[in-house]
C-alpha cells in the first residue's frame, strides 16, 4: 500500500495527499490544481504566481473612463484603472479559482494589441476592445459586456421656429377654441342685445362689441357690463374655462423655453462627402478603415483625434464638421458635451466591447459566464452609470424629452361644459322670449276686444 500524493498542489508542505493506492483499488480523492481548481485543467497551463497570466491593456485609449493608466517610474508599479479594469476585477471574484495575473501597457494600435495574443507575446487582453470578424480569427473573444456601432457626432444648435407661440396647444385645440369664442360671442350678443344699451345699435357696433367683449375676456380685460343673468352664467363659466387654458398655455410655453432642444446642423453623410468636409476619428482604432473602405471617406478628409478632449476643440476651430465614435464612447462624450453637440446617425452595429484571450483559452468562456452574471445581476449597468455617465445634468430625460403640445382631450370636459351652458342659456331665453312675445300678443287682443265692445 502506498500514498498517492498531489504532485501538482501546494499546501504550505510542498504536497497534497489525495487517497491510498492499492494493488487492486484507487478511490478517487479530488485532485486540486493550482488556483484551487477542482476540475482538470484540460491540457491548458494554468498560471500561477510564479508565471501569472500575461495581460496587455492599452496604453493610450481616446476615453481614458475605459482604461486609465498611471505610469510610474517602473512597469510593474504601473497602476490600471477604469470601467473595464472594474469589469475584470469584477469578473475575478465570480470566478471559482484564483487567477494571479500581470498588465502591461501596450502602446499601438488595437488590432496589433490582439495579434499579439495570436502570437502568444500576451495572454490575453483587457480593455475596450471590440469584437470584428477579422480578429476573431487571431483570438477568442468573451461575450460583450457593452454595446457597438458608429455614431456621428456634429455641433448642435437651440431649436427654434417663428410659431414656437404655437406648439403648446395641438392645431385642433385651436380650432375648437376659436369656433368656441365665436360661439360664446354669438350667445352674449343674443342675450345682450334687447336689453343692454352697449350692444344696442347698428348692427356693426353690436357684432364688434360682443366680438370686443368676448376676446378681451380671454385676458380678463374687459369693461361692458351685463345685465341679463344668463349672461352673466355664459360668462362665468367661459372666463373659468378661459382660466384653465391660460394657465396651462403659461405652463407649457415656459417648459417649452426651458428645455433644451438641439437640432444638428450636419444630418447627412454623404453631404459631407460630397462638400469634402473632414470628419475625425481616432485612427488606434478600426473605424478609420470603416470609414475609408464602407463609408468612402477620402483618405485626405479624415483627421486623427486621439483625446477625448481634443474633440471640441477640432470641432471649434473647424478642423473637422463631424466626429465619428462607438457607441460607449458617444455616451461618454455627450454626457459631458449634451449642450453642444448630438448624435445624429447611428450606422452599422459591431460585436461589441469584450476581452480577448488566446485561441482555445478556457478562460474566454468562464470569464463569458461571469459578464453574463454581473450583467444578470445588475452589476453592469451601475459600472456604466458610475464610469461612463455619471452626469446627471446630461440625462436623456432632460435634454431629449420634448414636451408635447396639450390636446383638445386634456379639456374635453370643460369645453362641452361651457358649449352646454351657453346652448341652455340660450335655449332658456328663446323660451323667455316667446313667452313674453305671447303674452304681448295676448294682451294686445284682449284689449282690441274690450275696445271694440
Wanted: hydrophobic residues 40%; proline residues 5%.
Amino acid at each position: 500500500m502506498s500514498t498517492i500524493i498531489n504532485v501538482v498542489g501546494n499546501n504550505g508542505k510542498g504536497y497534497e495527499e489525495i487517497d491510498l493506492w492499492t494493488l487492486k483499488t484507487l478511490a478517487g480523492g479530488p485532485v486540486i490544481w493550482p488556483g484551487k481548481l477542482n476540475r482538470t485543467p484540460k491540457g491548458w497551463e494554468m498560471p500561477t504566481l510564479a508565471k501569472p497570466l500575461k495581460i496587455g491593456v492599452p496604453g493610450r485609449t481616446t476615453f481614458e473612463k475605459f482604461v486609465k493608466v498611471e505610469y510610474k517610474e517602473k512597469p510593474n508599479q504601473n497602476q490600471y484603472d477604469g470601467f473595464c479594469i472594474q469589469i475584470f476585477k469584477k469578473v475575478l471574484e465570480l470566478l471559482e479559482y484564483d487567477l494571479p495575473y500581470e498588465f502591461e501597457a501596450y502602446n499601438g494600435s488595437y488590432t496589433d494589441l490582439v495579434y499579439h495574443v495570436y502570437n502568444k507575446s500576451y495572454d490575453a487582453v483587457i480593455g475596450d476592445v471590440t469584437i470584428l470578424a477579422d480578429r476573431l480569427q487571431y483570438a477568442d473573444f468573451t461575450v460583450p459586456y457593452a454595446e457597438s456601432g458608429l455614431a456621428m457626432i456634429v455641433p448642435a444648435k437651440p431649436e427654434g421656429s417663428p410659431l414656437t407661440f404655437t406648439k403648446p396647444f395641438t392645431w385642433k385645440m385651436w380650432v375648437v377654441t376659436g369656433a368656441l369664442l365665436m360661439y360664446t360671442m354669438i350667445i352674449v350678443w343674443f342675450l345682450e342685445r334687447q336689453s343692454n344699451p352697449e350692444f344696442g345699435g347698428p348692427w356693426k357696433n353690436q357684432i364688434s362689441t360682443a366680438l370686443w367683449f368676448t376676446f378681451s375676456s380671454l385676458f380678463f380685460a374687459h369693461r361692458e357690463k351685463v345685465h341679463n343673468n344668463l349672461t352673466r352664467m355664459v360668462v362665468a363659466v367661459w372666463l373659468f374655462l378661459v382660466l384653465i387654458l391660460t394657465s396651462s398655455y403659461t405652463a407649457s410655453l415656459s417648459s417649452m423655453l426651458t428645455v433644451q432642444q438641439l437640432q444638428p446642423n450636419v444630418t447627412d453623410i454623404e453631404w459631407l462627402k460630397m462638400n469634402n468636409l473632414k470628419v475625425g476619428c481616432d485612427f488606434d482604432s478600426f473605424v478609420k478603415e470603416y470609414m475609408e473602405n464602407v463609408l468612402n471617406f477620402k483618405p485626405e478628409n479624415i483627421v486623427n483625434v486621439s483625446s477625448e478632449y481634443d474633440y471640441p476643440k477640432e470641432f471649434k476651430s473647424n478642423n473637422i464638421s463631424a466626429a465619428f465614435l462607438e457607441l460607449p464612447y458617444e455616451k461618454v462624450f455627450l454626457d459631458k458635451h449634451c449642450k453642444e453637440f448630438t448624435a445624429t446617425i447611428r450606422t452599422a452595429r459591431f460585436g461589441g466591447l469584450g476581452f480577448a484571450f488566446q485561441k482555445g483559452s478556457p478562460f474566454a468562456r468562464d470569464f463569458s459566464e461571469a459578464i453574463l452574471r454581473l450583467s444578470e445581476k445588475g452589476d453592469l449597468k451601475s459600472l456604466q452609470d458610475t464610469w461612463l455617465t455619471p452626469s446627471h445634468e446630461c440625462s436623456p430625460n432632460i435634454t431629449s424629452s420634448n414636451p408635447g403640445s396639450l390636446s383638445l382631450r386634456s379639456f374635453e370636459v370643460l369645453y362641452l361644459l361651457s358649449f352646454g351652458t351657453s346652448t341652455i342659456c340660450l335655449l332658456l331665453s328663446a323660451i323667455d322670449h316667446r313667452r313674453q312675445h305671447r303674452v304681448a300678443y295676448e294682451g294686445n287682443v284682449t284689449s282690441g276686444v274690450h275696445e271694440s265692445v
